[in-house]
């Protein structure tokens, strides 16, 4: 018989309640004996006496044995998390901004207090991204792992793409469905898909990344432009988190809106649905998909995470613990679409190469290769409104007898461009 896991859980938000319809229709010998809430006057589906908003009297509690964290306050989580770590209580938590945050600090308190923190409902919902990581290709070299891991800006992007629905009501939808972040821009911004990136690296690399030296440029200055000009050329525009390794131990993590065409896996990644591309040396490539948001999704991840607590699993972090020498670098050449309004932009980003231009008074844009770094170093510029960027596939000229590049001709062919210049 498995041990009785008697829960204290903090937060009853989409994902607490969603855990909570999962684990009343399971005979799962577990309880949840206390429930933290920040807002006690909200109306809630639970007898009154489960509640408290008295975080210590939770954490003190002699007969609660797992801490389930689903708050959204990071900083308040890290008290949460880390007080019970210390008292040797394990952990599932699905805060990704805490855990990418402090990920070294928290190896560290499971490590000195044997106690077990599992997370796998911080990254893309409920796929099961971080116990593949940790377990499946733990003896695998990774060349990369990039996605779609953030469910709202997913959402948007498909309605305002394949319904002509305007971004502002599209956000709404996200938001009145429950799979956005109480701050929005986290989730189209790329902050929440960095943070999960930030996660996923440490598993699939053993590299612990501080998120503030992660690029995120989110997708908030689509316009009907940029997403004309992926019409036209057979893309979809999707926001992709990208962990590469590019050369002998050297990996680039970033997030960035991605101009992907049909051949992507990622092409039919609709609405709140995620999606992770393996790439390894032996196993080759290799596609999860599953609902990145909502609160049966997330919480089906957490019921899995409490259910593993029952024989006391523990990630390793083999990659981590190994010192595999990997070694993360903005030294790395991208080839981006950049919508414009400011010429200056194009100078300061310093491009190592171009391969189109084109000026019209309200529409200009440019397709060339720049440096991760210099992206970087003009984040909050890129940022503005009147920018658009978005790394586009390989697009190297193809030259053909008649001195054209096959992309050149489509882009010709689609009558987009009257002024373009491909050089
Ligand atoms: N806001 C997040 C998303 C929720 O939209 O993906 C799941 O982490």
């Known amino acids: ?173 996200a938001q009145d469905l429950g799979f956005a972040e109480s701050d929005p821009i986290l989730d189209v911004g790329g902050y929440d898909a960095k943070y999960k990136l930030v996660i996923a690296s440490a598993h699939a690399y053993g590299v612990l990344a501080n998120p503030d030296e992660v690029l995120n440029i989110g997708i908030q200055n689509l316009t009907s432009q940029d997403v004309q000009f992926a019409k036209e050329k057979n893309y979809k525009i999707k926001l992709v988190p990208t962990a590469l390794e590019f050369a002998e131990k050297q990996i680039v993590l970033y997030v960035l809106p991605k101009l992907v065409k049909s051949d992507d896996f990622l092409y039919n990644v609709e609405n709140e649905y995620n999606g992770v591309i393996v790439q390894a040396a032996f196993a080759d490539q290799q596609f999860f998909f599953g609902k990145g948001a909502g609160g049966h999704p997330t919480g089906s991840a957490v019921l899995s995470d409490i259910a593993a607590l029952r024989y006391d699993y523990k990630y390793e972090y083999k990659k981590y613990h190994q010192k595999s020498g990997f070694r993360l670098t903005g030294d790395y050449s991208l080839n981006v679409y950049l919508r414009y309004t400011d010429e200056s932009l194009i100078q300061k980003l310093h491009f190592e190469s171009i391969t189109e231009r084109y000026y019209s008074p309200d529409f200009s844009y440019i397709i060339g290769k720049v440096s991760l770094n210099s992206l970087i170093e003009h984040k909050e510029l890129l940022s503005i409104k009147g920018s658009f960027v978005a790394e586009i596939g390989n697009v190297s000229p193809v030259t053909h007898e008649s001195g054209y590049s096959e992309e050149h001709l489509k882009i010709e062919a689609s009558g987009v461009a009257t002024h373009i210049a491909t050089i």
């Not at 489960?50 to 975080?55: A, G, M, R, S």
């Not at 901004?97 to 893309?124: F, M, N, P, R, T």
Request: aromatic share 8%.
């Open 1 to 173: 018989m498995s041990k009785k896991l008697s829960l204290g859980l903090f937060g009853f938000g989409v994902v607490g309640q969603g855990l909570y319809d999962i684990i009343r229709t399971k005979d799962l010998n577990l309880e949840i004996r206390k429930i933290a809430i920040k807002h006690p006057e909200k109306k809630r589906s639970l007898p009154a006496e489960l509640f408290t908003t008295d975080v210590d009297a939770v954490l003190n509690d002699p007969e609660i044995n797992t801490i389930v964290e689903l708050i959204n306050d990071a900083e308040a989580a890290w008290y949460i998390v880390s007080s019970a770590l210390k008292k040797g209580i394990n952990v599932v938590s699905a805060n990704k901004k805490l855990i990418a945050s402090h990920l070294e600090e928290l190896v560290d308190l499971q490590e000195e207090y044997g106690a077990s923190l599992l997370y796998e409902g911080s990254v893309c919902g409920s796929i099961p991204i971080i116990r593949n990581l940790e377990e499946y290709y733990d003896n695998e070299l990774l060349y990369s792992v990039r996605g779609i891991f953030n469910g709202s800006s997913n959402y948007i992007l498909s309605k305002v793409f394949n319904e002509d629905l305007d971004y502002d009501v599209a956000l709404k939808q």
